[in-house]
C-alpha cells in the first residue's frame, strides 16, 4: 500500500522538501502538497515590489513548474495538525490523510501584545503585504510637500526592516519625493546579534540614504497616527511598517507536539516529538546536534572555516532550503525502516540589501570579512538565480538576473 506524505507550505523549505521527496521516492508514494497561494513566492527578494510593482511577476513561480504531474496540489489555508489520527485539517476542501507529513509553514509576523500594533501597523510577510506598502507610501506621498514631509517608519531593524528602509528610500530618490524615514529597533544596535563590523557597514548605507536610525527604541502603544514610545515623545507616521520579529503560525496552536509559540521543537532530522511529522524552515527550532551525520570532505572544510555554529539555524533562505533537500531524504530512510541521518548547518556568509546596494559578511571563500559594492551586488544576485535554477529552470535564472 503506497505511503501518503503531506508538505505543508510553498516557500523555501517546502519547495525544496517536495522536489527533494519526489526524487527520493521516485513515485513510490502518494504526495500532497497543500499551500495557501497556488506559488513560489521570492520572499528575500519581495520588498522591491515596496519601490516597482511591476517586481511582482518576477517573485512568483507558480507551483505547477515546480512540481511532479504526479503529485497532488491542494490550495488551502492549513487551521490544524491532528497528530492522533494523522490529518491536516483544511479551511477548504476535503482533509488530508497522511503517514509522514512534513511541516514547512513559515511564521507569522510577531506583535507582542502591543496595544494598537496589528490593527496599525503593515507587515511584510507575502505579495500582497508588498503591494500594500506600495499603495499606501504612493498615497502618503501624493498628499506631502517639502514643508511637511510624508513620515514612513519602519519597525524593527533586522533583515527585513533594513531591506524595507532600503527600498523606501530608493522609492524616494526615484520620485524626488518629500518622504522622511525613520529606522527604529528596541535594541541598542541594528541588525542585532551580529558581527559589528557588519553592522557598521549596513549603517553606513542607510545613513548615506538619510534613513533617520532610533535604537534603543522600546514601542508601547500605536494608534491611527502616532507610534508612543515606553521612553521619548511620540512619533507620528504616515506609513508604519511592522518587522519586529516573528512567531510561528496558528495552525500549529492545538497540534499535540512540543513547541514554542506554535515553531516545532525538531531534532537534527527533522523529527519532532510525533514520530511521523517532520517540520523544518521557520515553522521550527531545530536542534543542531551533528551526532550521527558523518561530515563529508568539503562540510569539514566548512566547519573549520567557520567553526561557530548556533543550536538553531538561522531564519535564512538558504538554511530553509538545505533543510528541505534533507528531509526528503530523511522521510525515504523512514519509509525503508532505516534510521534518519542527522544534519548541521554550517553559515556560508549573509547578504543584505540596502536599495540598489548591498553589504556581504562572512562568505566563505572570500578573504573580506565585510564588503560592499558590485561584488555584493554580484552575490546577492548569484543567490536568487541559483535558487531559480535548482528549482525551477535555468533560463528563468537567467532572466532574473537580468530583471533583478
Same mark, same amino acid.
Given at each position: 500500500?503506497?505511503?501518503? *506524505? @503531506?508538505?505543508?507550505?510553498?516557500?523555501?523549505?517546502? +519547495?525544496? @522538501?517536495?522536489?527533494?521527496?519526489?526524487?527520493?521516492?521516485?513515485?513510490?508514494?502518494? !504526495?500532497?502538497?497543500?499551500?495557501?497561494?497556488?506559488?513560489? &513566492?521570492? &520572499?528575500?527578494?519581495?520588498?522591491?515590489? !515596496?519601490?516597482?510593482?511591476?517586481?511582482?511577476?518576477?517573485?512568483? !513561480?507558480?507551483?505547477?513548474?515546480?512540481?511532479?504531474?504526479?503529485?497532488?496540489?491542494?490550495?488551502?489555508?492549513?487551521?490544524?495538525?491532528?497528530?492522533?489520527?494523522?490529518?491536516?485539517? &483544511?479551511?477548504?476542501?476535503? %482533509?488530508?490523510?497522511? %503517514?509522514?507529513?512534513?511541516?514547512?509553514?513559515?511564521?507569522?509576523?510577531?506583535?507582542?501584545?502591543?496595544?494598537?500594533?496589528?490593527?496599525?501597523?503593515?507587515?511584510?510577510?507575502?505579495?500582497?503585504?508588498?503591494?500594500?506598502?506600495?499603495?499606501?507610501?504612493?498615497?502618503?506621498?501624493?498628499?506631502?510637500?517639502?514643508?511637511?514631509?510624508?513620515?514612513?517608519?519602519?519597525?524593527?531593524?533586522? /533583515?527585513?526592516?533594513?531591506?524595507?528602509?532600503?527600498?523606501?528610500?530608493?522609492?524616494?530618490?526615484?520620485?524626488?519625493?518629500?518622504?522622511? !524615514?525613520?529606522? *527604529?529597533?528596541?535594541? %541598542?544596535?541594528?541588525?542585532?546579534?551580529?558581527?559589528?563590523?557588519?553592522?557598521?557597514?549596513?549603517?553606513?548605507?542607510?545613513?548615506?540614504?538619510?534613513?533617520?536610525?532610533?535604537?534603543?527604541?522600546?514601542?508601547?502603544? +500605536?494608534?491611527?497616527?502616532?507610534?508612543?514610545?515606553?521612553?521619548? %515623545?511620540?512619533?507620528?507616521?504616515?506609513?508604519?511598517?511592522?518587522?519586529?520579529? +516573528?512567531?510561528?503560525?496558528?495552525? /500549529?496552536?492545538?497540534?499535540?507536539?512540543?513547541?514554542?509559540?506554535?515553531?516545532?521543537?525538531? $531534532?537534527?532530522?527533522?523529527?519532532?516529538?510525533?514520530?511521523?511529522?517532520?517540520?523544518?524552515?521557520?515553522?521550527? /527550532?531545530?536542534?543542531?546536534?551533528?551526532?550521527?551525520?558523518?561530515?563529508?570532505?568539503?562540510?569539514?572544510?566548512?566547519?573549520?572555516?567557520?567553526?561557530?555554529?548556533?543550536?538553531?539555524?538561522?531564519?535564512?533562505?538558504?538554511?530553509?532550503?538545505?533543510?528541505?533537500?534533507?528531509?526528503?531524504?530523511?522521510?525515504?530512510?523512514?519509509?525503508?525502516?532505516?534510521?534518519?541521518?542527522?544534519? $548541521?548547518?554550517?553559515?556560508?556568509?549573509?547578504?543584505?540589501?540596502?536599495?540598489?546596494?548591498?553589504?556581504?559578511?562572512?562568505?566563505?571563500?572570500?578573504?573580506?570579512?565585510?564588503?560592499?559594492?558590485?561584488?555584493?551586488? +554580484?552575490?546577492?544576485?548569484?543567490?536568487?538565480?541559483?535558487?531559480?535554477?535548482? $528549482?525551477?529552470?535555468?533560463?528563468?535564472?537567467?532572466?532574473?538576473?537580468?530583471?533583478?
Amino acid at each position: 500500500m503506497s505511503r501518503k *506524505i @503531506a508538505v505543508l507550505g510553498s516557500g523555501y523549505a517546502g +519547495v525544496a @522538501a517536495l522536489q527533494s521527496l519526489e526524487e527520493e521516492l521516485e513515485g513510490e508514494a502518494d !504526495i500532497t502538497w497543500v499551500s495557501e497561494t497556488d506559488y513560489h &513566492l521570492l &520572499l528575500h527578494e519581495v520588498h522591491r515590489c !515596496i519601490r516597482d510593482p511591476s517586481v511582482r511577476e518576477k517573485v512568483v !513561480i507558480p507551483v505547477e513548474e515546480l512540481k511532479d504531474d504526479d503529485t497532488e496540489f491542494v490550495q488551502a489555508r492549513v487551521t490544524g495538525l491532528d497528530v492522533d489520527e494523522r490529518v491536516v485539517h &483544511l479551511d477548504e476542501g476535503d %482533509d488530508v490523510e497522511y %503517514d509522514y507529513c512534513v511541516v514547512c509553514l513559515g511564521s507569522q509576523t510577531a506583535f507582542y501584545g502591543i496595544d494598537g500594533l496589528e490593527e496599525h501597523a503593515l507587515t511584510l510577510k507575502s505579495l500582497g503585504d508588498a503591494m500594500t506598502i506600495n499603495q499606501k507610501l504612493s498615497a502618503a506621498v501624493s498628499d506631502a510637500t517639502d514643508d511637511d514631509p510624508a513620515q514612513v517608519v519602519i519597525g524593527g531593524a533586522g /533583515l527585513s526592516g533594513i531591506q524595507t528602509a532600503g527600498e523606501v528610500a530608493a522609492y524616494r530618490d526615484e520620485r524626488d519625493a518629500p518622504v522622511e !524615514i525613520h529606522l *527604529i529597533e528596541m535594541e %541598542d544596535e541594528i541588525f542585532p546579534g551580529h558581527d559589528h563590523e557588519f553592522q557598521g557597514a549596513i549603517r553606513n548605507k542607510l545613513d548615506a540614504k538619510d534613513i533617520e536610525i532610533s535604537t534603543g527604541t522600546v514601542v508601547s502603544e +500605536v494608534d491611527e497616527a502616532k507610534i508612543y514610545f515606553e521612553n521619548g %515623545d511620540p512619533l507620528q507616521y504616515d506609513a508604519f511598517v511592522w518587522a519586529g520579529g +516573528v512567531t510561528g503560525e496558528d495552525a /500549529l496552536s492545538d497540534a499535540d507536539i512540543e513547541k514554542d509559540h506554535n515553531r516545532a521543537y525538531s $531534532s537534527s532530522t527533522f523529527k519532532t516529538s510525533d514520530d511521523r511529522v517532520l517540520a523544518i524552515g521557520d515553522a521550527a /527550532l531545530v536542534d543542531q546536534d551533528a551526532e550521527g551525520g558523518p561530515l563529508s570532505e568539503q562540510d569539514a572544510w566548512e566547519a573549520i572555516v567557520h567553526p561557530d555554529t548556533d543550536d538553531v539555524p538561522p531564519p535564512t533562505a538558504e538554511a530553509a532550503m538545505e533543510e528541505g533537500e534533507h528531509v526528503g531524504k530523511n522521510v525515504a530512510r523512514m519509509i525503508d525502516g532505516r534510521e534518519p541521518v542527522h544534519w $548541521s548547518y554550517i553559515n556560508k556568509g549573509t547578504v543584505v540589501s540596502v536599495g540598489e546596494e548591498a553589504v556581504a559578511h562572512d562568505v566563505i571563500g572570500i578573504p573580506l570579512n565585510t564588503f560592499s559594492g558590485p561584488g555584493a551586488r +554580484v552575490l546577492k544576485k548569484v543567490i536568487s538565480a541559483r535558487w531559480i535554477g535548482e $528549482s525551477y529552470s535555468w533560463p528563468a535564472a537567467a532572466k532574473a538576473w537580468t530583471d533583478m
